[in-house]
């Protein structure tokens, strides 16, 4: 399977906190983006990483990127209740036209 | 409004019945992509639409499913003879193409929820 694993499957942690969650894929890729998903809501794009970059930021999200281990992790700091959703890490291959998606972390922040 | 809708929010059917799901993207966007989620689960990628075409169906679990885009704009998912397992949430997305379509955040609706009983 070419898709994204994310890890771990839930995370709780408490309001203040910092979260990380990673992300494993088996083949080269484009880029990877990072989805959150409230519950029963569709996803939000958060951020995309471009294959050629190893770190970018973007408010309290920062995103890495290991393309010799194929694998990236989201680290989310001082983490609030309002976090709280599941987080998907996306990537295409090659010259597919879709995005493949892991199966999520839940992540739980208690207030 | 601004954002992708998709309708109906939710929808319960009899196995055997035939459900249509629609879909109205961002205007301007010549993407648009259905997924499927089942309960706890990642998105199954199911269709893409550049324009009115299809060029990739390859996700398409059977000929039941269907779909098609008409003015480049709203989409209709249309499964016939529905199943159980066909129970599931039903995203839309849509993307602009710009001068790389892989690097385009896809937009998504808060999908149809069906439920087949």
């Known amino acids: 399977s070419q898709q994204g694993e994310e890890d771990p499957q839930a995370l709780s942690i408490q309001e203040g906190e910092n979260a990380t969650m990673n992300c494993s894929y088996k083949?080269?890729?484009?880029?990877l983006q990072w989805y959150r998903q409230n519950s029963g809501r569709g996803l939000v794009h958060l951020i995309l990483?471009?294959?050629?970059?190893r770190e970018k930021h973007s408010g309290r999200l920062r995103v890495t990127l290991d393309t010799s281990k194929k694998s990236s992790s989201l680290l989310i700091t001082a983490s609030r209740a309002a976090d709280t959703a599941s987080y998907f890490c996306a990537t295409r291959f090659g010259s597919a036209r879709q995005l493949t998606f892991g199966s999520g972390t839940q992540l739980t922040v208690l207030p | 409004g601004a954002g992708v809708s998709q309708s109906p929010s939710n929808k319960v059917t009899e196995k055997g019945k035939d459900v249509e799901l629609r879909c109205d993207p961002i205007s301007g966007h010549t993407a648009l992509y259905w997924y499927r989620q089942r309960l706890g689960q990642g998105l199954e990628f199911l269709i893409y639409f550049q324009g009115n075409s299809a060029p990739d169906k390859s996700g398409l679990p059977s000929d039941r499913f269907s779909a098609e885009r008409t003015g480049e704009s709203v989409s209709t998912l249309t499964i016939q003879r529905t199943q159980q397992e066909d129970s599931a949430v039903y995203l839309c997305?849509?993307?602009?193409?710009?001068?790389?379509?892989?690097?385009?955040?896809?937009?998504f609706g808060d999908g149809t929820r069906l439920s087949i009983l």
């Open positions: 990483i471009r294959s050629n970059e």
């Open positions: 083949t080269s890729i484009n880029n």
């Open positions: 997305a849509s993307s602009t193409t710009g001068t790389t379509l892989s690097n385009q955040p896809q937009h």
